[in-house]
């Protein structure tokens, strides 16, 4: 259904890095998953009506809820979509991280309700009549979610959407949840076993456990989390590509939101050549990463004495003592500075954010390497933090 839907609203489905595009997918699917969610707690609510379930009714104001989160989350797509303003000069893109969170909060605030309405149907339990309708309603219910869940799990990788993701993570809570209370009928049917309200307290940790992965998912990024590691293989490879580039450094990715990403990165070029020439070298590489990977980029030029053998051959040297330390440790702005009674060695050591030393201590052992590779050698060090 949605493949079809696809073709007949969204013009080039294909051009998923297209803000217009990507918002078309959100509210495309948006509006559907409102349109099945309300069908289906229509025809639940009138299975737990006439069996009397608490946990089928409690599942039918579920879907009810769903239908309220695609409604936020059809807004979120609708307002992340916004153009850069005066005020929002990065665009409205985190609004989409906004809505998955208040989805997550509905579904946790949901799974609450259904496990304080089953508690009061274990302390009281009820008759609950198992009938086939009820139980082929539910059975249609599992699958119609199914379906929604594979839907927005696609769409949602396609665009890479935490929003459509979190959307796919609770129509799969959901299924599972229709199954149990599925389950509990089988039970009393053609057991006699008394377990609805048990059922929906299980059914509401499902809920729960559903909105608290939802809300990981969506703040994470919020917070800042850290880049695709394919992401950053893409734009070391399309970077290094060009001859003019001998190595990169400093790589910071600023994410504002799907399709509104900046990188900022050092380029190592050589000290010699022409000024004019690298710069435009430059210009065509923040060129190609913003049609090929949709980015905004800024880079540093760097210049590195690649005609001087001793500084070239002391910088590999360096490189090899801090790869014997094992902490992921690396080197750049390498620079030799000779004086009458000592040379400055002037580099930038980047360590990795889950190195197990501090600061003080990656310092301090530097140093004593760079003093035991010679004895008028004097280091002049500065610590990196690395973000990728």
Known sequence: MITLLTHFFIKEPEEVHKPEVRRAYGVLCSLLGIGLNVCLFAGKFFAGWLSGSI????????????????????????????KPDK???????????????LVAALIVWMGLEL???????????????????????????????????????RIGGRIASAAMKATAMDSLSDAVATTVVLFSMLLTRFAGVAVDGWCGALVALFIIKAGYDAAKDTLTPLLGQAPDPDFIRQIKEIVTAHEEIMGIHDLIVHDYGP?????SLHGEVDGNGNIY??????DRIERELKEKLFCDAVIHMDPIAVDDTAVM????????????????????????????????????????????????????KVEEMVREAGENFYPVIRIDKTYV
């Open 55 to 82: 946990a089928v009714r409690a599942d039918a104001f579920n879907n009810l809820s769903d239908a309220g989160s695609s409604f936020i989350t059809m807004i979120g797509f609708h307002f992340s979509g916004k």
């Open 87 to 101: 005020d929002h000069p990065f665009g409205h893109g985190r609004i989409e991280y906004v809505s998955g969170l």
């Open 115 to 153: 496990g304080r309405s089953s508690l009061g149907k274990i302390l009281k339990p009820q008759p609950v009549d198992a009938g086939v309708l009820s139980m082929v309603i539910l059975l249609v219910s599992i699958l119609v979610k199914l379906y929604m869940c594979l839907y927005n799990r």
């Open 259 to 263: 399709g509104r990403v900046m990188i």
């Open 277 to 282: 020439m690298l710069h435009d070298a430059i």
């Open 313 to 364: 051959a002391m910088k590999e040297r360096l490189e090899e003592e801090l790869a014997r330390m094992d902490f992921g440790l690396s080197l750049h702005d390498f620079r030799m500075v000779q004086g009458p009674t000592h040379t400055n060695l002037i580099f930038d050591v980047a360590m990795p954010s889950d190195c197990p030393e501090c600061e003080e201590e990656i310092q301090a």
